[in-house]
């Protein structure tokens, strides 16, 4: 039995981790200032008695004995890390010193959530993790896109400096079960919207492509990830690289939904990238033959599930 610690762990990815961590047979410690996460996302794992919840904010320092740490701790959602832009830094940056000094003194293995952010509007597609990104370092992503790069930077620091035992991953738009009502990334929205017979909401002219990973498959790559040896420290992309217009999903979505809604089009935020699409040569080689399982739309109809019941 492995002791981790989860931070993010009431968010959305964080508490599918919590789960499967737990039925592995695993002590799991979910740490959470509970931002963007709910202890509803984890209230069914309360009662274990393999299970902690801590309420904690990662910019302060935490001191716990464990044997591996997830960093998830962060809001993702653009609305969510805009709304206080200088704490989203802090989050991802001071909160990454104070995970790496932890795992420095517990000799953890640390596992880092970075994101397909750091490549920004990407001029290479589809992107490799070899690919340096095109990020504005001043725009009003910046908080988080540069944050998440600083902490990759804090965490390949920390391994080489004093050994620390890390592994990055780079996230690329995952969504699933247990994301907020109002979230506010683009799939929840969609299908709230289209479930409440609302406007769908396509920012720009909804060409715009992403890269849509069910939840699943992410936390099949991100354990994989932990348990490779510890010369495999990545960075190493984990997404599915199945790749959709916002056009294409919102009419996915009204579709599968049954959705009287109509579709309305509302200005592009700055900086949005204009696509987005994993390279996963890596991921197949180095986590076991892993590679996505789910394709987007019977990820989508559990989706769809989940919000009908959290809407009656
Ligand atoms: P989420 O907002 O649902 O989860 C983030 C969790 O971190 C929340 O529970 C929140 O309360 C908590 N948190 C935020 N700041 C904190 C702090 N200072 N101290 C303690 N807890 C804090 O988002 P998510 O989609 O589950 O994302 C989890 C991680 O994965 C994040 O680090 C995110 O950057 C990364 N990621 C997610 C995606 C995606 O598509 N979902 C893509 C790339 C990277
Ligand atoms: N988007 C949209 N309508 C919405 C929310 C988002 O058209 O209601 C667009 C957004 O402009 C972006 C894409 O969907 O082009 C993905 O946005 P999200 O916030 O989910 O993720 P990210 O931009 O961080 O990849």
Not at 285 to 292: A, M, R, V
């Amino acid at each position: 039995m492995k002791r981790i610690l989860i931070t993010g762990g009431a968010g959305f990815i964080g508490s599918h981790l919590c789960e499967r961590l737990l039925n592995e047979g695993n002590e799991v410690i979910c740490l959470d200032n509970y931002f963007t996460g709910h202890k509803s996302n984890i209230e069914h794992l309360i009662g274990n008695p393999y299970f902690e919840l801590v309420r904690h904010d990662i910019t302060q320092p935490f001191f716990i004995e464990v044997d591996e740490i997830y960093n998830l701790a962060c809001p993702a959602s653009p609305i969510h890390y805009q709304y206080n832009a200088i704490k989203t830094i802090k989050t991802s940056v001071m909160g990454a010193i104070n995970m790496l000094g932890l795992a420095k003194r517990t000799r953890a293995k640390i596992l880092q959530a970075s994101t397909s952010e750091v490549y920004g509007d990407p001029s290479i597609h589809p992107q490799p993790e070899s690919y340096w990104g095109n990020v504005n370092p001043i725009g009003p992503r910046s908080c988080y896109d540069e944050g998440k790069r600083c902490a990759e930077s804090i965490f390949i620091n920390y391994h080489y400096q004093n050994n620390v035992r890390i592994k990055i991953i780079r996230i690329f738009n995952t969504y699933g079960p247990r994301m907020n009502v109002n979230d506010g990334r683009v799939v929840s929205n969609f299908i709230v919207q289209a479930l409440r017979s609302e406007d769908i909401t396509i920012f720009g002219d909804g060409l715009q492509t992403r890269s849509f990973q069910y939840v699943d498959d992410l936390i099949e790559g991100m354990i994989r990830m932990m348990n490779t040896d510890d010369a495999f420290i990545g960075p190493v992309n984990i997404g599915n690289p199945g790749e959709f217009s916002m056009m294409e999903l919102a009419n996915k979505i009204i579709d599968l939904t049954g959705s009287t809604s109509r579709i309305v089009y509302m200005p592009l935020p700055e900086d949005d990238p204009l696509q987005r699409q994993p390279d996963i040569t890596l991921a197949k080689s180095k986590l076991n033959g892993w590679t996505p399982l789910v394709q987007l739309e019977a990820g989508l109809i559990e989706t769809i599930k989940y919000f009908e019941k959290k809407l009656e």
